[in-house]
């Protein structure tokens, strides 16, 4: 990141979202770096920016291809690579056409010659990364946004070597790991597909059990099986989901219908007030051993620096006492011993022992043998000579609005986000004092503000088709008129996700959190109601 010489943030407040990310991007920047920032606000990301493009909400993928279609039509493409290591160029091509930034100005609100700057930016850079989070996944056509990115550095080039590629920056720390031990409904550890008997084989043979050949339900698709009763008891493990998931009030209610809900977490979070049992567990990061994967595939060591509080037990050990009482015992269940029997069964962690890990600061996957060093970038291989892998798919991907349009009875475009003070739902960070914190608000934009007969710190509804918060103004300059701006992180006070839409990407199983309907008014006491406040 620090040695490239365009970073491209799409759909990323990295300053408040990723702030230690952050830090690499103004060493790149004090380098000689240019910074584009893709995002509907004028976002203190954007603060830094050499251009900031500022896309209509649910529209990116139309930005995306007419900067795609400038590529080409300014024949910028990269050639030689599209022709060795590609497939789909001229379907592509083709489709481009309709995408020229003059014709997709309307719908993206970004001025033209914007649009051609920022493609010759990018595809004349010797080294370009682009870096992308929730403001490009959580929208109904999340896995289209991606290959519309993906498509941007494979017409380039910029994939494949140091200082250039793609890099979807991760939320939470440890989302990596998670993906990377099987923690996904359709994948073993390291990636291996459920659906492949000669994967799927190894872990029977080790574990001494069959494992059902069909991949399972992700988070979205296990809401809508509590709604149709086939889901009857949860296991959530660190999750929060009756205040994380889209239209909260819908996913409390399906979490209300099972039979047996279990929550093991580090607070009592409202879902684990919920539950019919809470196992109190550790911190891992400071309470645990174990391992720590981070969005550059980096493994690293986690040790235990303190001791758990009475009562509260490690969730291995949680997790083994559990299976044993289920008939399933674990054996070894210290952290270097299930580390060793996954990566005997991992091809991609094979290499990686502890005490290599210790010496080398953290290993990159994937690292197949004891003797290798470990991978700085992926998709090297697209540069063989001669060539044997598979041809890296060029993809043909519609722009399409938001699920729900905006109208007159809810005109305005609700999008939500994080500040940097605050985490996600607030169980981890709400206790603690910020002076960077302020009380979560409705954020709307100066003209917008005006228009309501709002001023900063009046209090205002917003109201979706499924539910309204009352919540403070606050006038942010850098919001155009139109877009509404909400955090999430104090739900018990102003509950953002009562008004989020739970429509979702059928691939990914992403809900569009970034893209609802809503209307602003202003809160108004009679005497009354002032007399019965005080």
């Known amino acids: 990141m620090e040695e490239t010489d365009l970073v491209v943030l799409w759909g990323s407040n990295a300053r408040e979202a990723h702030p230690i990310f952050f830090h690499h991007v103004i060493k790149a920047i004090k380098r000689g770096a240019k910074l584009v920032v893709v995002d509907p606000r004028r976002s203190a990301s954007a603060a830094w920016a050499d ?5 209509r909400v649910g529209h990116d993928i139309a930005l995306a291809n007419s900067i795609a279609h400038v590529i080409v039509a300014e024949a910028m493409h ?3 690579f599209l022709a060795r290591a590609t497939e789909g160029f001229e379907a592509l091509r083709a489709h481009l056409q309709a995408y020229s930034p003059e014709a997709m100005a309307p719908v993206t609100g970004v001025d033209p010659e914007t649009v051609r700057r920022v493609a010759r930016m990018y595809a004349r850079a010797d080294r370009a990364i682009v870096c992308w989070t929730l403001g490009i996944t959580e929208h ?24 250039s590629g793609l890099n979807p920056l991760r939320g939470q720390n440890n989302v990596q790991g998670g993906g990377d031990m099987g923690a996904l409904p359709h994948k073993l550890p390291g990636f291996q597909d459920v659906e492949d008997p000669v994967a799927r084989g190894r872990y029977e043979a080790l574990w001494g059990a069959t494992i059902p050949p069909k991949k399972g339900w992700h988070l979205t698709e296990m809401f809508e099986a509590m709604g149709r009763g086939d889901l009857k008891a949860l296991y959530c493990l660190g999750e929060n989901p009756a205040q994380s998931e889209a239209d909260s009030s819908h996913a409390v209610a399906r979490l209300q219908k099972l039979d047996h809900l279990v929550v093991q977490d580090l607070f009592l979070t409202r879902t684990a007030e919920m539950a019919d049992v809470v196992l109190p567990a ?14 550059e595939r980096r493994v690293q060591r986690v040790r235990k620096a303190v001791q758990a509080p009475h009562g509260v037990r490690d969730d291995l050990d949680i997790l083994a006492d559990i299976a044993a009482r289920l008939g399933h015992p674990m054996g070894d269940v210290r952290a270097e011993a299930l580390w060793d029997e996954m990566r005997t069964r991992s091809p991609m962690h094979h290499g990686m022992r502890y005490d290599r890990l210790e010496a080398l600061g953290g290993i990159q996957w994937p690292c197949p043998d004891e003797a290798h060093p470990g991978t700085a970038f992926l998709h090297g291989w697209l540069w063989d000579e001669p060539f044997t892998g598979r041809r890296a798919p060029l993809s043909v991907v519609h722009d399409e609005p938001p699920v729900e349009g905006l109208c007159a009875e809810y005109p305005l475009r609700l999008t939500t986000g994080r500040h940097l003070d605050s985490y996600n739902t607030g169980a981890q960070s709400g206790a603690l004092r910020s002076p960077l914190r302020r009380d979560t608000s409705v954020e709307l934009s100066p003209a917008d503000a005006r228009s309501l007969g709002l001023r900063d710190g009046d209090r205002a509804r917003v109201t979706s088709r499924r539910g309204a918060v009352e919540a403070p103004v606050h006038i942010d300059a850098g919001l155009p008129a139109g877009l509404v701006f909400m955090t999430w992180h104090d739900p018990d006070v102003v509950d953002t996700n009562l008004l989020t839409i739970d429509a979702t990407d059928p691939r990914s199983g992403t809900a569009e959190f970034k893209a609802a309907a809503v209307r602003v008014e202003p809160v108004t006491y009679d005497a009354a109601d002032a007399e019965e406040e005080l």
């Open 51 to 55: 251009v900031w493009l500022p896309v």
């Open 282 to 295: 550790s911190a891992a990061w400071c309470e645990s051993e174990g391992t720590v994967t981070n969005s």
């Open 78 to 80: 990269h050639t030689a």
């Open 140 to 163: 109904h056509n999340a896995v289209d946004n991606v290959l519309s990115l993906i498509n941007l550095a494979l017409l380039t080039g910029h994939v494949g070597r140091w200082g």
